[in-house]
Protein backbone atom coordinates (compact mmCIF):
# COMPACT_ATOMS: atom_id res chain seq x y z
CA UNK A 1 0.00 0.00 0.00
CA UNK A 2 1.44 3.72 -0.89
CA UNK A 3 0.75 6.38 2.05
CA UNK A 4 1.91 9.89 2.42
CA UNK A 5 2.81 10.09 6.01
CA UNK A 6 3.84 12.82 7.70
CA UNK A 7 5.05 13.15 11.16
CA UNK A 8 4.56 16.56 12.97
CA UNK A 9 6.41 17.32 16.41
CA UNK A 10 3.52 18.46 18.22
CA UNK A 11 0.06 17.35 17.93
CA UNK A 12 -0.95 21.21 18.56
CA UNK A 13 -4.21 21.77 16.22
CA UNK A 14 -2.25 24.34 14.07
CA UNK A 15 0.17 21.65 13.51
CA UNK A 16 -2.12 18.99 12.68
CA UNK A 17 -3.78 21.22 10.45
CA UNK A 18 -0.77 22.62 8.63
CA UNK A 19 0.31 18.73 7.98
CA UNK A 20 -3.04 18.28 7.02
CA UNK A 21 -3.22 21.39 4.31
CA UNK A 22 0.55 19.91 3.41
CA UNK A 23 -0.89 16.42 2.15
CA UNK A 24 -4.22 17.48 0.53
CA UNK A 25 -1.69 19.88 -1.57
CA UNK A 26 0.65 17.35 -2.36
CA UNK A 27 -1.93 14.81 -3.16
CA UNK A 28 -3.94 17.03 -5.74
CA UNK A 29 -0.51 18.34 -7.39
CA UNK A 30 -0.01 14.24 -7.73
CA UNK A 31 -3.61 14.01 -9.15
CA UNK A 32 -3.31 16.99 -11.32
CA UNK A 33 0.06 16.36 -12.84
CA UNK A 34 -1.22 12.40 -13.51
CA UNK A 35 -3.90 13.78 -15.37
CA UNK A 36 -2.42 15.61 -17.30
CA UNK A 37 0.45 13.69 -18.15
CA UNK A 38 -2.35 11.15 -19.11
CA UNK A 39 -4.39 13.90 -21.41
CA UNK A 40 -0.97 14.89 -23.24
CA UNK A 41 -1.85 18.40 -21.87
CA UNK A 42 1.07 19.48 -19.42
CA UNK A 43 1.64 23.26 -18.23
CA UNK A 44 5.26 25.34 -17.40
CA UNK A 45 5.04 28.32 -15.04
CA UNK A 46 9.02 29.69 -14.67
CA UNK A 47 10.39 26.52 -16.02
CA UNK A 48 8.31 24.44 -13.50
CA UNK A 49 5.43 22.18 -14.38
CA UNK A 50 2.53 24.12 -13.19
CA UNK A 51 -0.46 21.22 -12.91
CA UNK A 52 -3.80 23.23 -13.58
CA UNK A 53 -6.79 22.28 -11.83
CA UNK A 54 -9.19 20.06 -13.60
CA UNK A 55 -13.01 19.83 -13.98
CA UNK A 56 -14.55 17.29 -11.81
CA UNK A 57 -10.89 16.65 -10.08
CA UNK A 58 -11.90 15.13 -6.39
CA UNK A 59 -11.87 17.55 -3.33
CA UNK A 60 -8.80 18.10 -1.34
CA UNK A 61 -10.03 16.42 1.66
CA UNK A 62 -9.86 12.78 0.29
CA UNK A 63 -6.04 13.01 -0.33
CA UNK A 64 -6.00 13.93 3.47
CA UNK A 65 -8.57 11.26 4.00
CA UNK A 66 -6.26 8.58 2.52
CA UNK A 67 -2.77 9.86 3.85
CA UNK A 68 -1.01 9.52 7.48
CA UNK A 69 0.05 12.30 8.83
CA UNK A 70 0.21 14.08 12.69
CA UNK A 71 1.86 13.60 16.00
CA UNK A 72 4.19 10.23 16.65
CA UNK A 73 1.12 9.03 18.78
CA UNK A 74 -1.75 9.73 15.98
CA UNK A 75 0.18 8.22 13.13
CA UNK A 76 1.42 5.17 14.87
CA UNK A 77 -2.87 5.27 16.04
CA UNK A 78 -3.33 5.54 11.85
CA UNK A 79 -0.72 2.94 11.17
CA UNK A 80 -2.28 0.53 13.35
CA UNK A 81 -5.25 1.09 11.75
CA UNK A 82 -4.30 0.30 8.69
CA UNK A 83 -2.61 -2.96 9.56
CA UNK A 84 -5.52 -4.02 12.29
CA UNK A 85 -8.62 -3.27 9.98
CA UNK A 86 -7.26 -3.79 6.80
CA UNK A 87 -4.75 -6.24 7.08
CA UNK A 88 -1.93 -4.14 5.29
CA UNK A 89 1.26 -6.22 6.19
CA UNK A 90 3.82 -3.40 3.76
CA UNK A 91 3.50 0.00 3.37
CA UNK A 92 5.60 2.33 1.04
CA UNK A 93 6.14 5.11 2.39
CA UNK A 94 6.21 8.69 0.49
CA UNK A 95 7.40 11.93 2.41
CA UNK A 96 8.10 14.50 0.45
CA UNK A 97 5.35 16.84 0.38
CA UNK A 98 4.50 20.20 -1.55
CA UNK A 99 5.81 23.02 0.71
CA UNK A 100 7.60 21.23 2.90
CA UNK A 101 11.77 22.12 3.61
CA UNK A 102 14.33 19.62 3.29
CA UNK A 103 14.42 19.66 7.07
CA UNK A 104 10.70 19.34 7.60
CA UNK A 105 10.77 16.03 5.18
CA UNK A 106 14.05 14.98 7.48
CA UNK A 107 12.83 15.17 10.78
CA UNK A 108 9.19 13.40 9.71
CA UNK A 109 11.39 10.52 8.64
CA UNK A 110 13.58 10.57 11.70
CA UNK A 111 9.95 10.76 13.87
CA UNK A 112 8.85 7.66 11.80
CA UNK A 113 11.84 6.00 12.59
CA UNK A 114 12.51 6.84 16.18
CA UNK A 115 8.76 6.80 17.12
CA UNK A 116 6.45 5.03 14.86
CA UNK A 117 8.49 2.04 13.33
CA UNK A 118 10.00 0.95 17.20
CA UNK A 119 6.20 1.00 18.54
CA UNK A 120 4.61 -0.92 15.86
CA UNK A 121 7.54 -3.60 15.85
CA UNK A 122 6.88 -3.85 19.94
CA UNK A 123 3.28 -4.81 18.83
CA UNK A 124 4.39 -7.36 16.88
CA UNK A 125 6.76 -8.82 19.03
CA UNK A 126 4.41 -8.46 22.03
CA UNK A 127 1.57 -11.18 19.25
CA UNK A 128 4.60 -13.18 18.95
CA UNK A 129 5.79 -13.89 22.66
CA UNK A 130 1.80 -14.24 23.29
CA UNK A 131 1.41 -16.87 21.07
CA UNK A 132 4.05 -19.24 21.81
Given at each position: ?N?????VD???PA???E??E??MR??LT?Y?LG??L????I????GK????????E???E????A?????????I?Q????R?????Q????M?D???L????????VEL?????????KA???S?????V
Open positions: MRQVYVSASKIEARSVRGQREARQGNWYQAVKPAPLEGPAPVFADAVFGSPDMVELRALDDIGVELNVTHGGSFEESRRSLGKEAIPALDEERVSTS
